[in-house]
């Protein structure tokens, strides 16, 4: 990825952006910060530059998307991300949704199923500011038990069950945000493991994500 500036019209249109999604119903402060700090347009195409600005989301390749800035605000203030906490992100795609998580201070594990978006990963354009971030090539619906337990797991591709696998590696009292598919759209939920290992779940609204698909892609 060749260098990217972040100029002073980025900067207001970020600003602009901040204010649609709190809009939307966004409150957690800390979520809208982050959300003005990380330069989207870093994760983009050079040609949709003029585009990274507008709450949608956009095509990044792989036939995968860098997801609606709203959909990323609405999951990371469902996780409550606390400093220093461990999160397994499942779907890096763009790295933008990584970014946002290490920006509110997390230390941030992220899987991705596709070689050539992984591969990518390897010139992560906010390196020098987000140091708290490792990117892994593999199938979230295994996980990572290398690096398990973690406090909060976050899936960013429909899924079509919750996977057993990431309830095990989380913490007794972590939780999971993940869209679950119901057919034509997702339905947002909030795993909670309790102390004795059974879970809590909370639904919240509807979405559209990609698939979550098992295996790994392109290896
Ligand atoms: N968090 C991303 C969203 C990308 S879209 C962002 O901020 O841009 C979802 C991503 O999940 C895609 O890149 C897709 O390849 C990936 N994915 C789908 N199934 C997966 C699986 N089983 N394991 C890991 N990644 C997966």
């Known amino acids: 990825m060749k260098k990217r500036e972040d100029t002073y019209r980025h900067k207001g249109l970020r600003k602009k952006l901040v204010e649609i999604v709190k809009e939307k119903g966004i409150t957690d402060e800390r979520v809208l910060e982050a959300l003005k700090e990380v330069p989207r347009h870093f994760f983009m195409d050079p040609g949709l530059d003029s585009m990274a600005y507008e709450d949608r989301a956009f095509p990044i390749g792989e036939g995968q998307t860098i997801s609606q800035p709203?959909?990323?605000?609405?999951?990371?203030?469902?996780?409550?991300?606390?400093?220093?906490?461990?999160?397994?992100?499942?779907?890096?795609g763009s790295m933008y949704q990584a970014s946002v998580l290490a920006a509110l201070g997390a230390l941030v594990f992220s899987v991705e199923r596709q070689k050539n978006l992984f591969e990518k990963t390897k010139q992560f354009p906010?390196?020098?500011?987000?140091?708290n971030i490792k990117f892994?090539?593999?199938?979230?619906?295994?996980?990572?038990?290398?690096?398990?337990?973690?406090?909060?797991?976050?899936?960013?591709?429909?899924?079509?069950y919750i996977p057993p696998r990431l309830i095990d590696q989380l913490?007794?009292?972590?939780?999971?945000?993940?869209?679950?598919n119901e057919g034509a759209y997702q339905r947002m939920l909030r795993i909670t493991k309790q102390p004795d290992g059974s879970t809590t779940e909370e639904a919240f609204e509807n979405f559209s994500f990609v698939p979550m698909l098992k295996g790994r892609n392109g290896g």
């Open 171 to 180: 913490k007794p009292g972590g939780m999971m945000v993940l869209p679950l």
């Open 136 to 160: 892994f090539y593999g199938d979230g619906f295994e996980g990572l038990p290398t690096y398990a337990p973690f406090d909060k797991v976050l899936i960013t591709a429909a899924a079509p």
């Open 126 to 131: 906010l390196q020098h500011l987000y140091r």
């Open 70 to 92: 709203y959909t990323v605000a609405y999951q990371t203030q469902l996780l409550r991300v606390e400093p220093l906490e461990k999160i397994l992100e499942i779907g890096t």
